[in-house]
């Protein structure tokens, strides 16, 4: 029985898509930099796909780590939670996005819907960090901003100045809660 954990694996494939690219690492060399075989992987994962869905929940985690400042406008929150799951990401940039990347191939399309999925829970996940108040229309419309808005900065993120990808996220979440609050405008309480 080998005493390889899950994370063991993970931070392996990491590391070695770091030095040859994901698209050329294989069950067998992730296991062999374990010191073992195929099998290391295959005890942990199902395929080098569950492995980058693996890294993308680690990600989250991270970003779902701090509690939202209630003091904060939500576009702010939900920034800093943007953000943190991009700086998350970021130690293993070109990884991440390769695996995004090989999740599009044309020919695995047995990808793509866990891949919307993948992306509608990310968006959740990130909206209640952020204590989302909207509800409703409202809510639904913020849904499909921030599932837009995904993509959008992930293909800025790829360029590396992550200042500039911070800057486009706050601005975009600020647009679009400005552009909301004129549709669906928020009754006072009381």
């Given amino acids: 029985m080998s005493m390889t954990s899950a994370d063991n694996v993970l931070d392996a494939a990491l590391t070695l898509a ?7 690492v294989t069950a067998r060399a992730v296991g062999a930099r374990l010191g073992g075989g195929p099998d290391l992987v295959h005890s942990h994962y199902r395929d080098l796909n569950e492995v980058a869905d693996a890294w993308f929940r680690r990600a989250l985690a991270e970003a779902l780590a701090d509690p939202a400042d209630a003091a904060l406008p939500f576009a702010d929150r939900l920034t800093r939670v943007f953000t943190r799951w991009l ?5 293993h940039r070109q990884a991440s996005l ?4 090989a999740k599009l191939y044309p020919s695995h399309p047995h990808h793509w819907v866990p891949l919307i999925f993948n992306l509608s829970r990310l968006v959740q996940w990130m909206l ?5 108040p909207a509800t409703g229309r409202r809510r639904q419309a913020t849904e499909v901003a921030v599932s837009a808005l995904v993509p ?9 100045d992550d200042q500039a990808v911070k800057d486009f996220v706050a601005d975009r979440l600020a647009q679009m809660e400005r552009k909301f609050e004129r549709i669906w405008p928020r009754k006072p309480e009381g």
């Fill in 18 to 24: 770091d030095e040859i690219g994901w698209r050329q």
């Fill in 87 to 91: 700086d998350a990401l970021a130690p």
């Fill in 98 to 101: 390769d695996m995004i990347q």
């Fill in 128 to 132: 209640d960090a952020a204590e989302c």
């Fill in 152 to 160: 959008a900065t992930l293909w800025r993120w790829r360029r590396g």
